[in-house]
């Protein structure tokens, strides 16, 4: 069970790229988030999704957008790449919650993103 | 609006000794709080929940978590600690608007020196 798989691990961009940073889960969960993380500052919320065809964004979206066309797949755009974007980026995902909010988010290993 | 703080960056035990990494809430009704452990170059692993009940939960490889209500504390606790411990401890309680999404703490860095 391979749970969240992220590509890639590690990708360095110029300013003013664009990529895509990719997430797929084989749970069969429903809901699906993207993260990044700063040091000694948490994880912060970008998009999130509760189905297919459903996102909205969270804490911190601005420069990015997503898209969920299918319920495995949940990939992040980075439009034009800037260096505040440097950071740790995680994709989770959990099972509906039915019964309220005690179903645990199962993460990725993150793709570690440099903005030059 | 629902918060948590981990007042403690780093936490540094000897191996054997007990370990406590702290957290403490601010929600509005009856909370639900988590724990989860990061590993170097690593995801978030979930480690244990409290939801209801019982205030001593137990979790994943050894750990517990203690619920206190009057102090509003849910710390993190092993009676012995391994090197293999050490790593990044993250609490997190779900939002209030939306529970499905985490608010998670700073994080609490344990160091288990041999």
């Known amino acids: 069970n391979a749970g969240v798989t992220q590509t890639p691990k590690f990708r360095i961009l110029k300013i003013g790229q664009s990529m895509t940073l990719q997430c797929t889960q084989d749970m069969n969960h429903n809901y699906m988030y993207w993260y990044r993380q700063d040091p000694g500052m948490g994880l912060k919320l970008i998009y999130y999704?509760?189905?297919?065809?459903?996102?909205d964004k969270g804490e911190v979206p601005n420069g990015y957008n997503v898209s969920r066309s299918t319920t495995e797949d949940f990939p992040l755009r980075l439009e034009l790449a800037a260096p505040s974007q440097t950071s740790v980026y995680f994709c989770?995902?959990?099972?509906?919650?039915?019964?309220?909010?005690?179903?645990?988010?199962?993460f990725g290993d993150g793709t570690r993103l440099s903005i030059l | 609006a629902q918060s948590v703080a981990q007042p403690e960056d780093q936490v540094n035990v000897a191996e054997g000794n007990p370990l406590t990494v702290k957290c403490t809430y601010s929600?509005?009704?009856?909370?639900?709080l988590f724990w989860y452990v990061q590993y170097p170059n690593r995801g978030l692993q979930f480690l244990l929940k409290y939801i209801t009940g019982d205030n001593l939960v137990k979790g994943s490889y050894g750990f517990e978590a203690e619920f206190n209500k009057s102090q509003t504390s849910f710390h993190l606790k092993k009676p012995s600690a391994l090197v293999s411990d050490s790593a990044l401890y993250f609490c997190?309680?779900?939002?209030?608007?939306?529970?499905?999404?985490?608010?998670f703490g700073s994080g609490t860095r344990l160091l288990v020196r041999p």
């Open positions: 929600v509005s009704g009856n909370p639900y």
């Open positions: 997190a309680v779900p939002r209030m608007d939306s529970s499905y999404k985490l608010i």
């Open positions: 989770a995902s959990s099972p509906p919650h039915a019964t309220g909010a005690d179903q645990p988010q199962h």
């Open positions: 999704s509760v189905g297919a065809g459903i996102t």
